[in-house]
T-cell receptor, first 108, second 115 residues
């Protein structure tokens, strides 16, 4: 069973920041927070991950609360190509458990 | 660097047959995982191999098996196919450290249709 809770869907305006929340209140101390996205008919694409600290890469930023019970993925300037299903996963090993994710629709 | 390569991209089989799917990981990656994706069940973990040994296994029947070769390439086999095995089968590779501090990179999958 997935150990995260995400809103089923959200809309975002092109060019604006998209903030995707994820609740993982039962996270263990050695579990990482991972974000992936999937565009129809393709495999999931890795976005970013973190353990305790906030992280940033060329795609996104990951903000993890101090108690690690929730996190937010930030897409700084959403484009139409960011329309996808976004998955938040917590895991300490390679047995990832995917939930239903958040369907993000970026509108022009 | 080339990504994870899965072959074939599409496959149509008949009930009762068996099928073998292939996965070539990213160069240097020693861990290979397999996932099944269906509209009803979502993405489900099948198994993970590291250095030719199965390190993790999901809750699938014994008809689903896999192996990994010394060059880290992996195959998964499904015997006695059932209609419910129709799915997108995804392979993912990772450097394969002890913990999950290196991301999994997925291929685009093999779409299996059982008729």
């Amino acid at each position: 069973d997935a150990k995260t809770t995400q809103p089923p869907s959200m809309d975002c305006a092109e060019g604006r920041a998209a903030n995707l929340p994820c609740n993982h209140s039962t996270i263990s101390g050695n579990e990482y927070v991972y974000w992936y996205r999937q565009i129809h008919s393709q495999g999931p694409q890795y976005i970013i991950h973190g353990l305790k600290n906030n992280e940033t890469n060329e795609m996104a930023s990951l903000i993890i609360t101090e108690d690690r019970k929730s996190s937010t993925l930030i897409l700084p300037h959403a484009t139409l190509r960011d329309t996808a299903v976004y998955y938040c996963i917590v895991s300490f090993d390679y047995k990832l458990s995917f939930g239903a994710g958040t369907t993000v629709t970026v509108r022009a | 660097k080339a990504g994870v390569t899965q072959t074939p991209r599409y496959l149509i089989k008949t009930r009762g047959q068996q099928v073998t799917l292939s996965c070539s990981p990213i160069s240097g990656h020693r861990s290979v995982s397999w996932y099944q994706q269906t509209p009803g069940q979502g993405l489900q973990f099948l198994f993970e191999y590291f250095s030719e040994t199965q390190r993790n296994k999901g809750n699938f029947p014994g008809r689903f098996s896999g192996r990994q070769f010394s060059n880290s390439r992996s195959e998964m086999n499904v015997s006695t196919l059932e209609l419910g095995d129709s799915a997108l089968y995804l392979c993912a590779s990772s450097v394969g450290g002890q913990d999950l501090d290196s991301p999994l990179h997925f291929g685009n999958g093999t779409r299996l249709t059982v008729t």
